[in-house]
């Protein structure tokens, strides 16, 4: 059974540091490319950052682009999410994702259709 389980989402201060972090587990976690995503209240999901499965090519949103940093480590089957800077905007929930292609952009933007495990989400409020 595949599970996704992510944390260290908490309130912060706009200008903060935060670090999230993803475990994984019931794959082959090297076989699979790995993202973070997002959803605010009243808004779709977006995705924020991707990874690819040897760690070597990553994609960020432009709105995150310079302040937040992904990263994999394959010896704890963990993903991590190092947000910087944070802004009020950056308020919303953020989710963990495998996927077993690589990290698709299409028009410059992550998409979400394959990514075929997800976590529940952790919450990350940033407070001006």
């Known amino acids: 059974q595949v599970q996704v389980v992510e944390s260290g989402g908490d309130g912060v201060q706009a200008g903060e540091s935060l670090r999230l972090s993803c475990i994984v587990s019931g794959l082959a976690y090297d076989d699979y490319a790995m993202g973070w995503f997002r959803q605010a209240p009243g808004k779709e999901r977006e995705g924020v950052a991707c990874?690819?499965?040897?760690?070597?090519?990553?994609y960020y949103a432009d709105s995150v682009k310079g302040r937040f940093t992904i990263s994999r480590d394959s010896a704890k089957n963990t993903l991590y999410l190092q947000m910087n800077k944070l802004k009020p905007e950056d308020t919303a929930m953020y989710y963990c994702?495998?996927?077993?292609?690589?990290?698709?952009?299409?028009?410059?933007?992550?998409?979400?259709?394959?990514?075929?495990?997800w976590g529940q989400g952790t919450q990350v409020t940033v407070s001006s």
């Open positions: 994702a495998a996927s077993r292609a690589i990290c698709l952009v299409q028009s410059g933007v992550l998409a979400l259709f394959p990514f075929g495990h």
């Open positions: 990874i690819n499965w040897s760690g070597t090519s990553t």
